[in-house]
């Protein structure tokens, strides 16, 4: 890990181009991918991996979120947007159903002229429909990931399996923390989609820093050197 947290220098941002969309949003991304890394790490530290099944998840969804970035180029700014526009839709929904639009009225409003915009200026995207995870990581490939995300879910949200964690299968012995404390091996893992997050990450900064260094950890762990190509229907870049 301390190898790839020393590719993150302090003039990082030099590397952005300001006027590449995916450079601008894949940033977010990337940044989103290193903060779970260090919750999987602090929880792992603590004896407490299970814990960190939501945060695996996040890092995975952001990691193929910025390979998607990488491959639909400046189109993924309107799509962003145009997902804004849904998230302001339900939210103010929700202000008005609650009866605390009154109450928010300026975020209301704000929400309103955003939606309005939106419509006005931004066509829908057929691509929209890869803002679902499960969407993007079908239409890559990536049939190991979709199972790890898939059993990781269970650990995620109230399950028969997760409450099974804290017991026996007899149901007489009882545990005050999981009997199996990690579930995956979490250094291992946040190395692995750490690399990931790179990999995809380099390719939208100007002159690909990364590219020899990451290739020597790819080759040390046994990692790919190269990013999963879209298999999907439809073209991540037509216009």
């Known amino acids: 890990m301390i190898h790839l947290e020393n590719l993150i220098t302090s003039d990082l941002h030099t590397h952005i181009d300001p006027m590449n969309r995916a450079a601008i949003i894949g940033w977010g991304l990337f940044f989103h991918v ?34 998607w970035c990488v491959d639909q180029g400046d189109r993924i700014g309107d799509i962003y947007n145009r997902k804004l526009r849904g998230d302001q839709i339900q939210l103010a929904k929700a202000l008005k159903a609650d009866g605390t639009k009154d109450r928010y009225m300026d975020a209301y409003e704000v929400m309103v002229q955003t ?7 931004i ?8 803002v679902k995870i499960d969407n993007l990581i079908k239409g890559y490939g990536l049939t190991k990931e979709w199972s790890f995300y898939t059993v990781e879910s269970r650990f995620t949200h109230p399950t028969p399996t997760g409450v ?57 762990y ?8 879209w298999q999907g229907p439809g073209d991540l870049h037509a216009q």
């Open 164 to 220: 099974q964690m804290f017991f026996q299968d007899d149901g007489k012995t009882f545990h005050q923390m999981p009997i199996h404390e990690e579930v995956v091996p979490c250094r291992l893992y946040c190395l692995w989609i750490f690399h990931i997050a790179m990999l995809a990450f380099n390719e939208v900064l100007v002159g690909k820093p990364w590219t020899s260094e990451l290739e020597k950890i790819a080759k040390e």
């Open 34 to 67: 290193a903060h779970q890394v260090r919750a999987i790490l602090t929880l792992h530290k603590a004896g407490a991996c299970s814990a960190a099944s939501p945060n695996r998840r996040s890092a995975l969804e952001y990691a193929i979120t910025l390979r």
């Open 222 to 229: 046994g990692f790919a050197t190269t990013l999963p190509q």
């Open 123 to 130: 066509a829908a995207d057929p691509n929209e429909k890869l």
């Open 115 to 121: 939606v309005k915009t939106v419509n006005e200026t």
